[in-house]
Structures are given as structure tokens and as C-alpha cells.
């Protein structure tokens, strides 16, 4: 064994029988959850033949994490209800979970290329909630074997590939392959958190608004390549779009074409600043409305449609949405059947060079403001 290895045995570990089981680091229990402290400088998990398991299993490590070929986690029996795990700084974490709901939030980021998550080709994760986090990359064998019924992938950046995706910017994040995302709109939730961007290559249609329950896409811009003019469509029944990690955002004076459509019952537009560029139109179709939470912002290059049957705000939200295009508030095509519902005392400033509005905006004890920069209001 190699100096400074701690070598475990995975059916010892299952045996000990605990709730949660944390490998490569210590956790304190603050107010927002429980607090870990990274020890580990790598982690390497070869255990083909058996598996590791807990109700609550999370490997954490300042370096990589490798699944040889052949290791297997699994989570155990049920959990309602596991801590928020928070962690600071670079590097790699696996959760697999009982909890669908478990959360981890990384801050304290740096931009690198390492370290690497890697899922090795015959290895097996099954469990209620997955999240593989990486604040660099994250290497998933095609031939891995992934069961959840909630995923949350995150990494430096994230290239998600569509249909004809053309040439695609390698990178030191994680590739969403077409095949991929045919799994992954099996689930009842997703969520891709970058801490840089979100690239779109191509054209098609992801998920859909009666399959795929919930997805929340995270990052400081969602960029656009390679439509050649035509249409990329995001469907779920919530569609959350934010920036969790608080990635760089601003709007590209780059060139943009095509479209990209997000299509939901409900859309929720949470935390901090997020960018839709590459794009020369933007459309959120939200079915029972469309919902600004916390403080933060929608900012799109090009022209931004939205049809809803309301734009609404949650108690004390205090939103902004602009384009350097033109923005239109439109009534929606489609029937909802539960409206969204304002809280009370939230703001909203929408910015763009013309502003149409022909859709109620309700923001109860609250105030909105419209500015056209260049044209009609």
C-alpha cells in the first residue's frame, strides 16, 4: 500500500450500520446544515464485487474521486429528510442518498482544470438522490451504471449536447451526451449546476413538461453553439433557472442564432444573475405562470418572449430582467390548471430596447417598473 493510504474495506463500513456514512472529511452541524471539513487528498474506490452502502453516503475529497471498474455505492432503506451539506473550496464529491431531496452546496470556488471526478466504465451508483460534484471535471463513462430518482451533476462548466451539436469545445467539465440526457429525463428531477456556464450545442428538444417533474438549470450564463438557425427546446413540469454557485454573468456582444425555447407549468426564476446568450431569441412558456424568487436577475442577448398567464413575485423578491433586444409579456397559449400566486412586496424592473406587455404582472404591495431603451413601451 502506498504511504499516506488509508485503505478501507466496504463491508465493514456497511456493517457499522450508521444513518449517514461520510468518507475523507469530518462534518459540524451549524444552522444552515452540516458544515464539512475536507481531509482527504484523493479517493479511489475499487470494490468490484461488493458494495458500499449507507442510507446516507457521501466520499469527499481536496483532490479527485475515481470508481474503478466495477465499484459499486448504493444507498439503503429510506430517509425522509437528510442535512444540507455544505462544503468550501475545490475539489470532488459523491452523495448518494435515500433522500431525493439531499442538497449539497459548494462555495469558496477557484477556477481550475483539476481536480477530476471519475465514473469508471461498469461501475454502478443506485440510489434515491445522486449528486456528483466536482468544482473542475467530471469523467462519466458511458458504460457506468446510473439509477436515481433524482440527479444533480455539477462542474466547472457543462456542455450540454443536442442533436447536430457541430464542434464541441473540449473542456475540463462535464459533457452531457445525447444519451445521457435520454436517461436522465427518465428521472422525476435534475439539476446541472455549473460554476462557470451551461453550453447548448445544437438543436432538439430535451425533456417534457409531463415527464421530467422538476429541473434547474444553474449557472452564470446558458450559452448557445452551433443552431445554424434553428431551435433548442427545454421542457419540464418546473423549470428553475438561477446561479446558485454565483458564476461570473453578463451579456455577450457576440453573435447569436437560433433559438432557444424553455417550456414549463411553472418557470422560477431563483438566485443571483444569470445570462441567456448566443441566442437571437429567448421564449419562457410557463403554463401556470412564471415566478421571481430572491434578489437577482434574467439577462438576455437578443429578443426575450414570455407566455404566461401571469408574471408573479414571491414575498419580498426583488427581481430585474432585461435584453438588448425586444421583450414581450405575452398571455399564454397553453391552459394552466395552478396559477402561481404573488407574495407580497416584490420588485421588478423589466428592461429592454421595446417592451410589450399584454399579460398581467401581479406583484401585490410591490413595485414594477418598465423601460424601453430605443423604442415603443
Do not use: C, H, W
Not at 64 to 91: F, H, R
Not at 152 to 174: C, E, R, Y
Not at 247 to 258: E, K, R, Y
Amino acid at each position: 500500500m502506498t504511504p499516506g493510504t488509508i485503505q478501507l474495506d466496504s463491508a465493514i463500513l456497511g456493517s457499522f450500520g450508521a444513518e449517514s456514512l461520510l468518507i475523507g472529511g469530518r462534518r459540524t452541524a451549524t444552522a444552515e446544515g452540516s458544515s464539512v471539513t475536507v481531509t482527504s487528498g484523493s479517493v479511489t474506490v475499487d470494490n468490484a464485487g461488493g458494495t458500499l452502502q449507507a442510507q446516507d453516503l457521501v466520499i469527499v475529497s481536496k483532490g479527485g474521486i475515481t470508481l474503478e471498474e466495477g465499484a459499486s455505492l448504493s444507498s439503503t432503506g429510506k430517509l425522509a429528510e437528510s442535512d444540507a451539506l455544505l462544503v468550501s473550496g475545490n475539489g470532488t464529491l459523491v452523495r448518494v442518498s435515500a433522500d431525493r431531496n439531499a442538497v449539497v452546496l459548494r462555495s469558496g470556488i477557484s477556477t481550475a482544470t483539476s481536480p477530476l471526478l471519475t465514473i469508471g466504465a461498469g461501475s454502478e451508483i443506485k440510489g434515491g438522490g445522486i449528486i456528483l460534484d466536482s468544482s473542475a471535471g467530471v469523467s462519466l463513462s458511458p458504460d457506468a451504471r446510473i439509477t436515481a430518482d433524482s440527479y444533480q451533476f455539477s462542474a466547472g462548466n457543462i456542455a450540454v449536447i443536442l442533436k447536430n451539436p457541430g464542434s464541441v469545445t473540449a473542456g475540463s467539465g462535464l459533457v452531457v451526451s445525447n444519451s445521457l440526457l435520454e436517461n436522465l429525463q427518465k428521472a422525476s428531477s435534475l439539476k446541472l449546476l455549473s460554476y462557470g456556464s451551461i453550453d447548448v450545442y445544437g438543436t432538439g428538444t430535451f425533456g417534457s413538461t409531463t415527464g421530467l417533474a422538476s429541473l434547474g438549470l444553474s449557472a452564470g450564463q446558458i450559452r448557445g453553439f452551433n443552431t445554424s438557425g434553428g431551435t433548442a427546446r427545454i421542457s419540464a413540469g418546473t423549470l428553475r433557472l438561477e446561479n446558485l454557485a454565483s458564476a461570473a454573468s453578463s451579456v455577450s456582444t457576440g453573435a447569436a442564432s437560433g433559438n432557444i425555447e424553455f417550456l414549463a407549468n411553472r418557470v422560477e426564476l431563483g438566485e443571483n444573475q444569470i445570462a441567456v446568450n448566443g441566442y437571437s431569441s429567448v421564449l419562457l412558456d410557463a403554463s401556470n405562470g412564471i415566478i421571481g424568487e430572491g434578489t437577482g436577475g434574467l439577462s438576455i442577448q437578443g429578443d426575450l418572449i414570455t407566455r404566461s398567464p401571469v408574471v408573479a413575485g414571491a414575498a419580498g423578491a426583488n427581481r430585474t430582467i432585461t435584453a438588448t433586444g425586444s421583450i414581450a409579456l405575452q398571455a399564454s397559449g397553453r391552459a394552466g390548471t395552478a396559477v402561481v400566486k404573488s407574495g407580497l412586496g416584490s420588485s421588478l424592473a423589466v428592461t429592454g430596447a421595446t417592451v410589450n406587455v399584454n399579460t398581467p404582472v401581479v406583484l401585490p404591495s410591490g413595485s414594477i417598473r418598465f423601460s424601453a431603451t430605443s423604442g415603443d413601451l
